[in-house]
């Protein structure tokens, strides 16, 4: 299931102009400023679902666990934080940089009610999985049929 975005035309133009600055700056030998490359981005995830709960993945490298965020809710669960740039000492010559670095967020909606009590999250070489157990009322129940 994809998440559903607002088309934005600004960012579209932002975009390409990103793009041709990132091309002068690799034609010219620049070094772009910290500042620039600082900019919003958004972690890749997985979504699974199993009978009883929801599992979130996210791919968070290089990030420590005081660095992210989550807040679940019945409906749905934000993800949340900063991956911060690692600031240029002396002697120092950057000739590319492609990380993605600046604050994210994500918010995930639950197809199904959850409790939000019950959410357990672990981070381990770069991965937050995040499980989110489905309410009582959202489980399907098997019914007996009666034969007249």
């Known amino acids: 299931m994809m998440d559903i975005t607002r088309w934005d035309p600004v960012k579209d133009i932002t975009t390409l102009r990103d793009e041709i600055d990132r091309l002068f700056d690799s034609f010219f ?3 772009p400023a910290v500042a620039e490359r600082e900019t919003v981005w958004y972690p890749a995830i997985n979504l699974e679902e199993t009978e009883d709960k929801f599992i979130v993945k ?11 965020k989550v807040q679940v809710t019945e409906d749905g ?3 949340s934080g900063e991956r911060k740039f690692e600031r240029e000492e002396k002697g120092k010559t950057y000739h590319r940089i492609e990380m993605a670095y600046g604050k994210f967020q994500r918010a995930i909606a639950f197809p ?3 409790k939000p009590n ?4 672990t981070y381990k070489d770069g991965i937050l999985v995040i499980e989110v157990p489905k309410s009582e009322k959202a ?5 007996e049929i009666e034969i007249k």
């Open 29 to 31: 030998g620049r070094t």
């Open 58 to 68: 996210a791919e968070l490298p290089g990030m420590s666990k005081e660095d992210i």
């Open 77 to 79: 669960l934000i993800l």
């Open 112 to 114: 199904v009610p959850v």
């Open 118 to 121: 019950e959410a357990k999250a």
């Open 139 to 143: 489980r399907p129940k098997e019914i």
